[in-house]
T-cell receptor, first 112, second 112 residues
Framework: NAGVTQTPKFQVLKTGQSMTLQCAQD?????MSWYRQDPGMGLRLIHY???????DQGEVPNGYNVSRSTTEDFPLRLLSAAPSQTSVYFC???????????FGSGTRLTVV | GNSVTQMEGPVTLSEEAFLTINCTYT??????LFWYVQYPGEGLQLLLK?????DKGSNKGFEATYRKETTSFHLEKGSVQVSDSAVYFC???????????FGSGTQLTVLP
């Protein structure tokens, strides 16, 4: 089925470890974004991309890197995990029409 | 910058009650407005949208009207069901920002 696929669904990291959250979409969408969701704080934008090779910072980019080498993939890298990065992470994509974003099912990350 | 202010929750209603969740916004330019719904343990799903003033978005019995004069996009449903229990997010998009800005979310619980 067409949509946004995120892997893994759950992950536990130790402080200082690095990892990559994967995000792929098969809708040929230009726009892709990463959000984190924390209790009582809604969704906050980490990084976003408006096309292959183009990325920009969102509201809370520190501690995260992204790249967009293809239209389909938009991985999020945690460089050195910290307990403050414990959260649920959502990837989303949007085409150039005005339909709105399609969200992945999320990755629940715990940093101990 | 853009911002979305959403009615504080949680909201608890009895089945068949009338629902209103308030949403107001601040934006530069002419935003598109969205309501997303998040069921427990899932990602966000687009519920409805409106792209210009006076547009009414509707889906699954929910409605919201884009009111430019009051910068509002309140969500309403005439008769809620237990299955409507979820978190509801108001959001806006502008071409200049090229990203979604979310409200903090409103938890709705419908009791049988």
């Amino acid at each position: 089925n067409a949509g946004v696929t995120q892997t893994p669904k759950f992950q536990v990291l130790k402080t200082g470890q690095s990892m990559t959250l994967q995000c792929a979409q098969d809708m040929n969408h230009e726009y892709m974004s990463w959000y984190r969701q924390d209790p009582g704080m809604g969704l906050r934008l980490i990084h976003y991309s408006v096309g292959a090779g183009i990325t920009d910072q969102g509201e809370v980019p520190n501690g995260y890197n992204v790249s967009r080498s293809t239209t389909e993939d938009f991985p999020l890298r945690l460089l050195s995990a910290a307990p403050s990065q414990t959260s649920v992470y959502f990837c989303a994509s949007r085409g150039t029409d005005n339909y709105g974003y399609t969200f992945g099912s999320g990755t629940r990350l715990t940093v101990v | 910058g853009n911002s979305v202010t959403q009615m504080e929750g949680p909201v608890t209603l009895s089945e068949e009650a009338f629902l209103t969740i308030n949403c107001t916004y601040t934006a530069t330019g002419y935003p598109s407005l969205f309501w997303y719904v998040q069921y427990p343990g899932e990602g966000l799903q687009l519920l409805l949208k409106a792209t210009k003033a006076d547009d009414k978005g509707s889906n699954k019995g929910f409605e919201a009207t884009y009111r430019k004069e009051t910068t509002s996009f309140h969500l309403e449903k005439g008769s809620v069901q237990v299955s409507d229990s979820a978190v509801y997010f108001c959001a806006l998009w502008t071409g200049s920002a090229r990203q979604l800005t979310f409200g903090s979310g409103t938890q709705l619980t419908v009791l049988p």
